[in-house]
């Protein structure tokens, strides 16, 4: 039986001219083709459906925004924004772009949590003096640093707290504060951008 298969196997390899193998061969390339397609559409589709994902109902809204001050796990500026980013696909340290935002985040800080120090989500890992938000990579626009703020003292200050005045100092990255902000804004990226 054995042999009869082994002629028969044979007698089919001399059939299958190299014509047939190449033609064979662009099929299953076409077919990896169409796979690559069909995964990347479908990438697209799950970050679409994650995005529209409901805000947890511990953040609180103000404006189209919601926020959450974490106090615990306390982490340190990196770690702090990887902590919001698994939150929600849109959540990342705090973008803060108006006064009353500030505002907004100073009195949830002290009235509400009675936290007096937290990470939001500034920084100019990329350039000194350069400082942009981490869920954009864009430049601040409005910013509300204490006098004689950022100093960089050190040199190696590239991260921003808000004081219980809801003024902003720079700190080491590694720093940890009382807590950080994790903001969703519906406007915003699903990605990080680190400097
Ligand atoms: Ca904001
Ligand atoms: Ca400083």
Same mark, same amino acid.
């Given at each position: 039986m054995r042999v009869l298969l082994f002629g028969l196997l044979s007698s089919l390899c001399v059939l299958v001219s190299s014509q047939d193998v190449n033609m064979l061969l662009k099929e299953i390339d076409q077919l990896r083709f169409q796979l690559k397609k069909a995964q990347s559409s479908l990438t697209k589709l799950q970050n679409k459906c994650m995005a529209g994902q409901a805000i947890p109902s511990d953040f609180v809204q103000f404006g189209q925004s919601s926020y959450k001050l974490v106090t615990n796990p306390k982490l340190a500026y990196k770690p702090a924004e990887d902590y919001c980013r698994t939150l929600h696909?849109?959540? #990342?340290l705090v973008t803060i772009e108006s006064k009353e935002e500030n505002q907004f985040l100073r009195d949830l800080m002290v009235? !509400? #949590?009675?936290?007096?120090f937290a990470l939001i989500g500034g920084n100019d890992l990329a350039q000194e003096g350069d400082w942009r938000w981490i869920s954009t990579g864009k430049p601040m626009q409005y910013t509300n640093w204490?006098?004689?703020?950022? !100093?960089n003292s050190g040199n190696y200050e590239h991260c921003v707290t808000m004081l219980d005045s809801g003024k902003w100092n720079d700190l080491g990255c590694d720093y940890v504060e009382d807590g950080f902000f994790c903001e969703i804004d519906p406007?915003?990226?699903t990605e990080s951008i680190l400097g």
């Open positions: 696909p849109r959540a #990342h009235n !509400d #949590h009675g936290t007096y204490t006098p004689g703020m950022p !100093d406007d915003l990226s």
